[in-house]
């Protein structure tokens, strides 16, 4: 198609050569082979000049969306970041959306301000799934989380801290310790079994050689604060979720145990990842650890 536009464009099989690169000779060959595929005379000689005919004009119009479409294929799977206009698709957990995100989602926009980036709040086993159903580019998981078909960017451990409820306000931060006892008997508001916050959590206590007295279950960090804060129970949060305000919880840790999660940036595993992907990833990477 290309060939035959330059032939069309140029009025002659010598300049079109020319500007293709090709001999005269190449480009006859190619306009012969396309007339026989298609049955029908493309050009016609008039004197020592080619002209098109009617149905060569009628491919031309043909040719060149065609053409079109293809160098926006190009374009778009090019591996150019910067040109990349399809959509990015970001997924992320509520707590490090809401505590650990902000700043650095706020200068991802402006550095990439032509990218329509979406982004989807989801437990890490739901996060990954949708990377390997190519439904998300770029997900920020919690670690451990065990799968071969993902690479990973560890980024920085966050602490899983207790949480009693206080009869007084508590302001100012503190950290207190408690015993494993103390907590194997406590009631416990914690994320659901399915989740992998607590697959984490129930390894920790059979480390402590017991099993947790659960009396409530929720997806939600900032429900399960209140819930502790209203005095249903205990529960076991991440650390950045906890910082800051005034509130009715105190916070400790296991005396002599340590519970932490990785926060990783994950994405699919594939030899043909977008180039815009691994671009986000290096980025938020950089302004999450300039925060840390």
Same mark, same amino acid.
């Given at each position: 198609? %290309?060939?035959?536009?330059?032939?069309?464009?140029?009025?002659?099989?010598?300049?079109?050569? %020319?500007?293709?690169?090709?001999?005269?000779?190449?480009?006859?060959?190619?306009?012969?082979?396309?007339?026989?595929?298609?049955?029908?005379?493309?050009?016609? $000689?008039?004197?020592?000049?080619?002209?098109?005919?009617?149905?060569?004009? $009628?491919?031309?119009?043909?040719? $060149?969306?065609?053409?079109?479409?293809?160098?926006?294929?190009?374009?778009?799977?090019?591996?150019?970041?910067?040109?990349?206009?399809?959509?990015?698709?970001?997924?992320?957990?509520?707590?490090?959306?809401?505590?650990?995100?902000?700043?650095?989602?706020?200068?991802?926009?402006?550095? /990439?301000?032509?990218?329509?980036?979406?982004?989807?709040?989801?437990?890490?086993?739901?996060?990954?799934?949708?990377?390997?159903? $190519?439904?998300?580019?770029?997900?920020?998981?919690?670690?451990?989380?065990?799968?071969?078909?993902?690479?990973?960017?560890?980024?920085?451990?966050?602490?899983?801290?207790?949480?009693?409820?206080?009869?007084?306000?508590?302001?100012?931060?503190?950290?207190?310790?408690?015993?494993?006892?103390?907590?194997?008997?406590?009631?416990?508001?914690?994320?659901?079994?399915?989740?992998?916050?607590?697959?984490?959590?129930?390894?920790?206590?059979?480390?402590?050689? /017991?099993?947790?007295?659960?009396?409530?279950?929720?997806?939600?960090?900032?429900?399960?604060?209140?819930?502790?804060?209203?005095? /249903?129970?205990?529960?076991?949060?991440?650390?950045?979720?906890?910082?800051?305000?005034?509130?009715?919880?105190?916070? /400790?840790?296991?005396?002599?145990?340590?519970?932490?999660?990785?926060?990783?940036?994950?994405?699919?595993?594939?030899?043909?990842?977008?180039?815009?992907?691994?671009?986000?990833?290096?980025?938020?990477?950089?302004?999450?650890?300039?925060?840390?």
């Amino acid at each position: 198609m %290309e060939l035959f536009l330059a032939v069309i464009d140029c009025a002659s099989v010598t300049r079109a050569a %020319e500007k293709v690169n090709l001999s005269p000779g190449a480009v006859s060959l190619q306009l012969q082979h396309l007339a026989a595929e298609l049955r029908t005379d493309l050009f016609v $000689r008039s004197g020592k000049h080619i002209v098109p005919t009617p149905a060569a004009l $009628r491919l031309a119009e043909h040719a $060149r969306t065609l053409t079109a479409h293809i160098r926006q294929i190009e374009q778009e799977f090019a591996g150019d970041p910067l040109n990349d206009r399809l959509p990015f698709q970001f997924a992320t957990g509520a707590t490090a959306l809401i505590h650990q995100l902000g700043r650095s989602l706020r200068l991802l926009r402006k550095s /990439f301000p032509q990218t329509s980036i979406g982004i989807t709040v989801a437990p890490t086993e739901e996060m990954v799934a949708g990377l390997l159903q $190519r439904r998300f580019d770029l997900a920020l998981i919690s670690l451990p989380f065990q799968n071969d078909d993902i690479d990973v960017i560890p980024l920085f451990e966050e602490e899983l801290l207790v949480l009693k409820p206080s009869p007084r306000r508590v302001t100012g931060w503190r950290v207190g310790t408690i015993q494993p006892d103390e907590l194997a008997g406590a009631p416990l508001v914690l994320y659901p079994k399915r989740s992998n916050m607590r697959s984490m959590i129930d390894a920790f206590c059979r480390d402590l050689n /017991f099993t947790p007295r659960v009396i409530m279950e929720a997806d939600d960090t900032e429900a399960m604060k209140k819930l502790v804060e209203t005095g /249903f129970g205990c529960s076991i949060l991440p650390e950045f979720a906890l910082r800051g305000g005034s509130r009715f919880f105190q916070v /400790f840790r296991v005396q002599g145990r340590r519970l932490a999660r990785t926060q990783a940036l994950a994405m699919a595993r594939s030899q043909h990842r977008r180039a815009l992907t691994d671009s986000i990833a290096q980025f938020l990477k950089n302004a999450l650890s300039s925060e840390k």
